[in-house]
């Protein structure tokens, strides 16, 4: 996992109060689909604040869940202390040593900051033999000349590239990437994507919270954080009610291949 990743340190605090959890949905689909037991394991790669983690141990499993982020690490425990089965371990990919091996392993939000050349053979070496690999995101249907228009330009101009914040044809762009990465390592069979369309409405703390969440943001320098805070300010107040967002929640799975 890239330094990068430290950077959710920073904004942990608002990934907790203001980043959606996932559709129960895809979490049945995921279980099923991965022929989960209650004697399972699960391992999830940059756990974060633990939004899929506690999707997961409401259900039951047993998860190791790691990190390189402490804060994030540190807000995750608070909020496991009643499932014991929530093992935490302050790490990254590379330096993780499990004494056994897992039948699921989840990145939630996360493998795009995973070392692309290593990350499929690596998943494969973690995994029991037929285990599964799951990774999801939620993307912001933002259209350039949509009701969103502004927000577009907004985080365009201060973020770049954002494919998960694009129309539709955007994020299957990054998908398709994020698909062709796992597939470097023979040992990861054919991929299967699933979307799982929702909407959101914040009002305007929230919103703000949001967007101090995203990984961009907590990468941009002290002032221009401030000119977006004052750009999204501007935004919000040009609405004529509170935001709403369009998400969809993209899943890519694959097997082990045998």
């Known amino acids: 996992m890239t330094d990068l990743g430290k950077s959710f340190d920073a904004s942990a605090d608002d990934y907790v109060r203001a980043r959606a959890t996932y559709p129960e949905s895809m979490i049945d689909d995921i279980v099923e689909r991965a022929g989960l037991s209650p004697a399972s394991r699960i391992l999830e790669v940059g756990c974060g604040s633990g939004q899929a983690t506690l999707a997961f141990a409401a259900r039951g499993y047993s998860i190791v869940a790691i990190d390189p982020a402490e804060r994030a690490l540190a807000h995750l425990s608070e909020r496991c202390r009643n499932f014991p089965d929530v093992h935490l371990v302050h790490?990254?990919?590379?330096?993780?040593?499990?004494?056994?091996?897992?039948?699921?392993?989840?990145?939630?939000?996360?493998?795009?900051w995973l070392d692309p050349q290593t990350v499929g053979s690596r998943f494969a070496h973690l995994l029991a033999p037929a285990g599964r690999i799951a990774l999801f995101w939620h993307m912001q249907d933002i259209a350039p000349d949509g009701p969103e228009a502004d927000l577009y330009r907004l985080n365009g101009h201060f973020f770049g590239d954002f494919p998960r914040m694009n129309p539709p044809e955007y994020g299957r762009e990054f998908l398709d990437a994020m698909s062709n990465i796992l597939c470097r390592s023979d040992e990861v069979g054919r991929v299967r994507i699933s979307e799982y369309p929702w909407r959101q409405h914040y009002d305007r703390s929230m919103f703000a919270s949001l967007a101090h969440s995203w990984s961009k943001y907590a990468t941009l320098s002290a002032s221009d954080k401030r000119r977006y805070d004052n750009d999204l300010a501007d935004y919000l107040d040009a609405l004529a009610g509170d935001p709403e967002i369009k998400y969809r929640t993209c899943l890519i799975e694959a097997e082990k291949r045998q």
């Open 91 to 112: 790490t990254t990919l590379e330096a993780f040593q499990p004494g056994n091996a897992f039948d699921l392993i989840l990145c939630a939000q996360s493998f795009h």
